[in-house]
């Protein structure tokens, strides 16, 4: 890999062993940060994803795989985005039910 695709990669990864070997203990505000963050980490790899796959476009046993990593890579970035977003509008919210359901882990309102 050139250094110039490969500093990226490296300053990623380093960033996820760190998260990865932190408690979660984290803010709600430190937790959405990181969502975020991710989503962005799969948005990159679908994009070098994509370079690969244009290089190697004359490899057609290889394509395939790249082109579903791909695939993968963007839900990803799609379900990440979303969670962040959904997060984030059901917090700012003035209905305190989404709030209380939140606190308590429960998925509906008690009868």
Not at 12 to 40: F, I, K, N, S, Y
Not at 59 to 69: C, D, I, N, R
Request: charged content about 15%.
């Amino acid at each position: 890999m050139e250094t110039t695709i490969k500093a990226p990669i490296e300053a990623a990864a380093a960033a996820l062993a760190t998260a990865a070997a932190l408690p979660m203990t984290a803010t709600d505000e430190e937790t959405l940060t990181l969502v975020r963050g991710l989503a962005q980490i799969a948005r990159h790899l679908g994009e070098l994803t994509a370079a690969a796959r244009d290089r190697w476009s004359a490899w057609g046993t290889v394509t395939p795989h790249l082109q579903q990593a791909e695939a993968l890579a963007a839900d990803t970035t799609r379900c990440l985005s979303h969670a962040a977003g959904i997060y984030t509008f059901n917090t700012t919210r003035p209905d305190t039910t989404i709030l209380r359901l939140a606190s308590t882990g429960t998925a509906r309102p008690a009868a």
